[in-house]
């Protein structure tokens, strides 16, 4: 079984509470025995997939295997040529050099529903909305990769992992994959 589900702000990636005020997975009616693959930090929104089959983890978290996952990040500023090149050459986080990735200014800009709580706006400071691809998901990567670059994220939504994309199933919701899904997910199709 493979679910997708797309985690609001708040909600911590696992069933167990951790002290903090934020829900946990357990308030979404998953079935049994099913745990998420990957993380999304409780600051971060999107795409999350979650299973019964411990095959899924390697298939999609393997930095080996190149699985791509896409994020839709919201900065600070208006990052530059140069600062793409950075981005997209890999960054020193923690004493590690990220894999290349793909990194873009998002043309046009999304128009999305406010986020609640709704993020910080400064007038003086003008934001902008880039996407990323990773083959790699190290600890709160995309914010360090974001921050190092001299743009801070201000809100992040996984959009997409291999070719499936989170955009129709709504906010807090979950569904089972199908097999065609499931291909999607694996980047087959």
């Known amino acids: ?100 990735c793909q990194a873009w200014r998002l043309e046009p800009q999304p128009l999305l529903e406010a986020r609640i709580p709704p993020i910080r706006v400064r007038k003086s400071i003008p934001d902008t909305w880039i996407g990323m691809i990773l083959t790699e998901g190290k600890n709160r990567q995309v914010r360090r990769m974001t921050a190092q670059i001299g743009h801070p994220t201000l809100r992040l939504i996984r959009v997409r992992i291999g070719n499936f994309e989170v955009f129709h199933i709504p906010l807090g919701q979950w569904q089972n994959l199908t097999p065609q899904d499931m291909l999607l997910v694996d980047g087959v199709v």
């Open 1 to 100: 079984m493979l679910i997708a589900f797309h985690k609001p702000y708040g909600v911590l990636s696992q069933f167990t509470t951790d002290g903090s005020p934020h829900k946990t997975l357990s308030s979404f009616g998953f079935p049994p025995r099913v745990y998420p693959i990957g993380r999304l930090d409780a600051d971060s929104e999107g795409l999350l997939l979650l299973s019964d089959e411990p095959a899924w983890n390697d298939r999609l978290l393997n930095p080996r295997r190149g699985h791509g996952r896409e994020y839709w990040v919201q900065v600070e500023g208006t990052p530059t040529k140069d600062s793409f090149a950075k981005l997209q050459a890999g960054l020193f986080i923690q004493g590690e050099k990220t894999k290349p």
